[in-house]
């Protein structure tokens, strides 16, 4: 009997292929599950008040009032999207400075306390103030996950993990349609209820706090800012690596020019994905329900199947970009969303009119347009070194809150007026088309490393 030659056998190894999900270990899919655990909560608590907001505005409102509904409920969420927006950048800088890992228990404990408090609103005013709260608290968890995620999953499958992760939104936004579809009769303090159910997510922390490991890329960094910060108050010379540790992460994002252009053309995408959505998908179940109602239907049960179903698109949507990320690449991926989002737009809304067949392009249209999300968690990460990563990331998924929350106004305003959908969500959808050309322009990462 011959003997296998030592060549023959590494060639064996080597052509022996082993799917992407077997080469992870157990404390990869830890990580991912936190990650995805915490945008879950996310997704609950966002599509609660997107749900609810109606009728909460409703008995909050005097009858004097009562028409301008869809006004002050485009006015709650677009001062969620602002706490969002501020939250969301501060948690990113807090997670380049103290670790992923704590920065993300530190912002599901907030949200939770904080959604539990919206329950509690005796006036619109305060509404209001509980929502800009809660969205400061929302927001810094994204980042975080998104950071973590990117530094603990290998190369070729990086993608498709952030693909996983973002999927937990789309399963928040469905496990509240689902809840809301069974509590949605129960009188006129079923919102209430909607947002304290949303304390429960506290006792994640504890789990993560046990389960998951820091990221070894963030340990190393940290390792380095401390030394180099040593050096620096000891008044010793620093070297050009040292010196980039020792500046504030946000200023390094546009001090340097190659940094400054990847942030400012990411934040484009990031306005068009951000835009797009909350000022038009998230009219999707308030639409339904008006055409549920024409047919003498449930109006509140038709929103909350139409969440449901759209949210059955998204799941799929985040998680099909992920892999397609991983086999075409980033950019082909991203622009193809992009499109797709922008011709769906005026199908749903304007040339669909048989309830069911509306239910069918609002699958479809959850795949691209909330579905679209996931480019960022998966490109964003791979364009900006460790340690800034935490502040890059969250920067640019959270900046484009401070324009994006006047598209939930805008759309409420020309609802208002025109009293119909589809035309501001037409109009608003022509915002894909900034994405579709700005993504020509950022650069392909697909297979490459984590620059560190």
Same mark, same amino acid.
């Given at each position: 009997?011959?003997?296998?030659?030592?060549?023959?056998?590494?060639?064996?190894?080597?052509?022996?292929?082993?799917?992407?999900?077997?080469?992870?270990?157990?404390?990869?899919?830890?990580?991912?599950?936190?990650?995805?655990?915490?945008?879950?909560?996310?997704?609950?608590?966002?599509?609660?008040?997107?749900?609810?907001?109606?009728?909460?505005?409703?008995?909050?409102?005097?009858?004097?009032?009562?028409?301008?509904?869809?006004?002050? =409920?485009? !006015?709650? #969420?677009?001062?969620?999207?602002? &706490?969002?927006? +501020? /939250?969301?950048?501060? $948690?990113?800088?807090? *997670?380049?400075?103290?670790?992923?890992?704590?920065?993300?228990?530190?912002?599901?404990?907030?949200?939770?306390?904080?959604?539990?408090?919206?329950?509690?609103?005796?006036?619109? =005013?305060? !509404?209001? #103030?509980?929502?800009?709260?809660? &969205?400061?608290? +929302? /927001?810094?968890?994204? $980042?975080?996950?998104? *950071?973590?995620?990117?530094?603990?999953?290998?190369?070729?499958?990086?993608?498709?993990?952030?693909?996983?992760?973002?999927?937990?939104?789309?399963?928040?936004?469905?496990?509240?349609?689902?809840?809301?579809?069974?509590?949605?009769?129960? &009188?006129?303090?079923?919102?209430?209820?909607?947002?304290?159910?949303?304390?429960?997510?506290?006792?994640?922390?504890?789990?993560?706090?046990?389960?998951?490991?820091?990221?070894?890329?963030?340990?190393?960094?940290?390792?380095?800012?401390?030394?180099?910060?040593?050096?620096?108050?000891?008044?010793?010379?620093?070297?050009?690596?040292?010196?980039?540790?020792?500046?504030?992460?946000?200023?390094?994002?546009?001090?340097?020019?190659?940094?400054?252009?990847?942030?400012?053309?990411?934040?484009?995408?990031?306005?068009?994905?951000?835009?797009?959505?909350?000022?038009?998908?998230?009219?999707?179940?308030?639409?339904?329900?008006?055409?549920?109602?024409?047919?003498?239907?449930?109006?509140?049960?038709?929103?909350?199947?139409?969440?449901?179903?759209?949210?059955?698109?998204?799941?799929?949507?985040?998680?099909?970009?992920?892999?397609?990320?991983?086999?075409?690449?980033?950019?082909?991926?991203?622009?193809?969303?992009?499109?797709?989002?922008?011709?769906?737009?005026?199908?749903?809304?304007?040339?669909?009119?048989?309830?069911?067949?509306?239910?069918?392009?609002?699958?479809?249209?959850?795949?691209?347009?909330?579905?679209?999300?996931?480019?960022?968690?998966?490109?964003?990460?791979?364009?900006?070194?460790?340690?800034?990563?935490?502040?890059?990331?969250?920067?640019?998924?959270?900046?484009?809150?401070?324009?994006?929350?006047?598209?939930?106004?805008?759309?409420?305003?020309?609802?208002?007026?025109?009293?119909?959908?589809?035309?501001?969500?037409?109009?608003?959808?022509?915002?894909?088309?900034?994405?579709?050309?700005?993504?020509?322009?950022?650069?392909?990462?697909?297979?490459?490393?984590?620059?560190?």
């Amino acid at each position: 009997m011959s003997e296998v030659s030592p060549v023959s056998e590494v060639v064996t190894k080597e052509t022996v292929s082993v799917p992407w999900y077997q080469a992870l270990g157990r404390k990869q899919w830890y990580t991912l599950i936190a990650a995805n655990l915490g945008w879950m909560f996310d997704g609950y608590e966002t599509y609660a008040l997107i749900l609810t907001v109606g009728l909460a505005v409703k008995q909050l409102l005097t009858t004097a009032h009562l028409a301008e509904i869809p006004f002050y =409920a485009g !006015l709650i #969420i677009a001062i969620t999207l602002l &706490g969002w927006g +501020i /939250g969301g950048i501060l $948690g990113g800088i807090l *997670a380049d400075y103290i670790g992923r890992r704590k920065a993300m228990m530190i912002s599901i404990l907030a949200y939770s306390i904080t959604t539990g408090l919206s329950a509690f609103s005796w006036s619109l =005013a305060s !509404l209001v #103030i509980f929502r800009f709260i809660v &969205g400061l608290c +929302i /927001g810094s968890e994204w $980042g975080t996950g998104t *950071a973590i995620m990117a530094e603990v999953w290998p190369d070729n499958a990086r993608a498709k993990g952030a693909g996983l992760m973002q999927s937990g939104l789309g399963i928040g936004f469905f496990i509240a349609s689902a809840v809301w579809y069974f509590m949605s009769g129960m &009188g006129p303090n079923a919102w209430r209820i909607m947002f304290l159910i949303g304390v429960l997510p506290a006792l994640a922390t504890l789990w993560v706090r046990k389960s998951v490991d820091e990221s070894k890329l963030w340990d190393n960094a940290n390792k380095i800012r401390k030394e180099a910060s040593a050096k620096s108050k000891r008044g010793e010379t620093l070297n050009e690596e040292e010196q980039h540790y020792t500046k504030f992460t946000l200023s390094e994002l546009f001090s340097d020019r190659k940094l400054r252009r990847l942030t400012i053309l990411g934040s484009l995408m990031s306005l068009t994905t951000t835009v797009g959505w909350w000022g038009i998908s998230t009219w999707v179940p308030s639409y339904v329900a008006s055409i549920a109602a024409q047919h003498q239907f449930s109006a509140a049960q038709w929103a909350s199947l139409a969440g449901m179903i759209y949210n059955v698109g998204a799941i799929g949507g985040y998680i099909l970009l992920g892999f397609l990320a991983d086999s075409i690449g980033r950019k082909t991926t991203t622009i193809l969303y992009f499109f797709l989002s922008l011709v769906l737009t005026p199908i749903l809304f304007l040339f669909t009119h048989n309830l069911y067949t509306i239910l069918i392009f609002t699958l479809i249209n959850g795949i691209f347009t909330l579905g679209q999300y996931t480019w960022m968690p998966v490109w964003l990460p791979e364009c900006f070194p460790t340690r800034i990563r935490g502040t890059a990331v969250a920067f640019v998924f959270n900046a484009a809150r401070f324009v994006a929350f006047l598209g939930p106004l805008c759309s409420g305003l020309i609802i208002s007026k025109l009293g119909g959908y589809g035309i501001a969500a037409t109009v608003v959808g022509l915002i894909y088309l900034l994405g579709f050309v700005v993504a020509f322009f950022y650069p392909e990462t697909k297979g490459q490393q984590l620059p560190e």
